[in-house]
């Protein structure tokens, strides 16, 4: 399973884990393994652990209701009571543990500590009104991001997969005449 991290954030990235949702959206969390390897491949959380059913159902409903205050903020709407208690309550349970070691710094904690740590960053990024949160501008792509840019001019969530897309699509309708 390949995960991407360039949203900005661990929030908006868990959010990425539901691919194409303008479209025929695409689960990479189907099942608790994937929620594993998910966590493993977050650079800012716990490097192992194990996700039971009712810990996986959690993240799963904290991923959405992420989802959905990200686009509460970015259209303006007041969010909805019950996505503020599922993140808030997600928040609530004790970080990862920072540990320094012989290879540096590194973090303990369970899979409910992982998730404390992704619902608080995303009470951060949402709680901040200076920052900058975008949904890709790829038409197939509905991936939010943290835009740092300068200016805030960044149209798509990471040059790799869709501003590179985009790019050869509109050299390809030049060098063919197309509009």
């Excluded at 992420?66 to 709407?77: E, F, K, W």
């Excluded at 993140?87 to 404390?116: E, K, R």
Aim: aromatic content about 6%; charged content about 25%.
């Amino acid at each position: 399973m390949h995960f991407a991290f360039v949203s900005g954030n661990p929030a908006l990235d868990l959010v990425a884990t539901v691919e194409s949702r303008n479209d025929r959206p695409v689960d990479l969390l189907a099942t608790p393994s994937d929620l594993e390897q998910w966590v493993l491949a977050c650079e800012e959380l716990p490097d192992q652990v194990t996700a039971e059913p009712a810990t996986f159902t959690s993240a799963l409903r904290l991923r959405e209701a992420i989802h959905r205050l990200a686009l509460d903020r970015m259209q303006g709407r007041r969010y909805t009571p019950a996505d503020l208690d599922t993140v808030n309550q997600a928040a609530a349970v004790p970080p990862p543990v920072t540990q320094l070691g012989d290879a540096g710094l590194y973090l303990t904690g369970d899979l409910a500590a992982a998730l404390a740590h992704v619902a608080r960053r995303a009470i951060a990024l949402l709680a901040d009104h200076d920052s900058c949160l975008k949904e890709c501008s790829r038409p197939s792509c509905s991936r939010l991001y943290l835009d740092r840019s300068r200016g805030a001019r960044r149209n798509w969530c990471g040059m790799q997969a869709c501003g590179n897309r985009v790019k050869a699509a509109a050299y390809r309708a030049r060098k063919h005449g197309k509009p």
